[in-house]
């Protein structure tokens, strides 16, 4: 059973290019959630969504980051006019509803804003 | 807020020794779950070990164990025997309802050989 699977690994962009970064969940996962990395920092919470909803997304920036998860394909995080202040890592986690207490974690995408 | 904090940025243990790592943590839940996560340097986040809040037994899973004080809601992390390849960020989070991760800043654990 292929864990959660994210991509690209590494993503370089110029200021005020989009990155769209992809997320793949685990067979039979139906939550997605998206969790950025600062450097030297813990993750922190972006966005919750299940299939073609957005559950809470009160840890995403208002402006240029957006979040899907369609009801084919992967959770697609969109981030519109990149700008340095996004470079980071990316997570996604899955799980296969919210009675289970454990999220599946991605690799990670690194995001370098140049 | 749900806060968790981790206070040892760094620590330093020699191989086959033992460390602890400390977390506190504040949620006004009474059912939660604690992790910690190991991230190595290839950034992959690994689950080490995790605690449900209602169990009073600190939970085990071979060289690491916890010790769950939920009064004081403290969460630490303890080590045997510690290998090279242990050698990675440490990372407490608290999960509650609210189905968020909330995660410290992590502890850099380095191991002398």
């Known amino acids: 059973n292929a864990g959660v699977m994210q991509n690209p690994r590494h993503l370089v962009r110029r200021r005020g290019q989009e990155a769209r970064l992809r997320c793949s969940p685990m067979?039979?996962?139906?939550?997605v959630y998206w969790y950025r990395q600062l450097p030297e920092e813990g993750l922190k919470f972006m966005v919750y969504?299940?299939?073609?909803?957005?559950?809470?997304e009160s840890g995403m920036p208002k402006e240029r980051f957006s979040a899907e998860f369609p009801k084919e394909g992967p959770s697609i995080l969109r981030i519109q006019q990149v700008v340095r202040g996004d470079s980071a890592a990316y997570f996604c986690?899955?799980?296969?509803?919210?009675?289970?207490?454990?999220?599946?974690f991605g690799p990670g995408t690194r995001l370098t804003v140049l | 807020a749900q806060t968790v904090t981790q206070s040892q940025p760094e620590m330093s243990v020699q191989e086959a020794e033992t460390v602890t790592l400390s977390c506190t943590y504040d949620?006004?839940?009474?059912?939660?779950?604690l992790f910690w996560y190991k991230q190595p340097p290839s950034r992959q986040m690994i689950l080490v070990i995790r605690?449900?809040?209602?169990k009073q037994q600190n939970a085990t899973e071979n060289r690491f164990s916890v010790n769950f004080q939920k009064a004081a809601k403290s969460f630490s992390l303890k080590i045997s025997d510690s290998q090279l390849g242990d050698a990675a960020m440490y990372f407490c989070?608290?999960?509650?309802?609210?189905?968020?991760?909330?995660w410290g800043a992590g502890t850099k654990l380095i191991i002398k050989p």
């Open positions: 986690a899955s799980s296969p509803g919210l009675e289970y207490n454990e999220q599946f």
């Open positions: 067979k039979g996962h139906s939550h």
């Open positions: 969504l299940q299939k073609e909803n957005i559950i809470d």
């Open positions: 949620t006004s839940e009474s059912d939660y779950y």
């Open positions: 605690q449900e809040a209602y």
């Open positions: 989070a608290c999960l509650d309802s609210n189905y968020q991760l909330i």
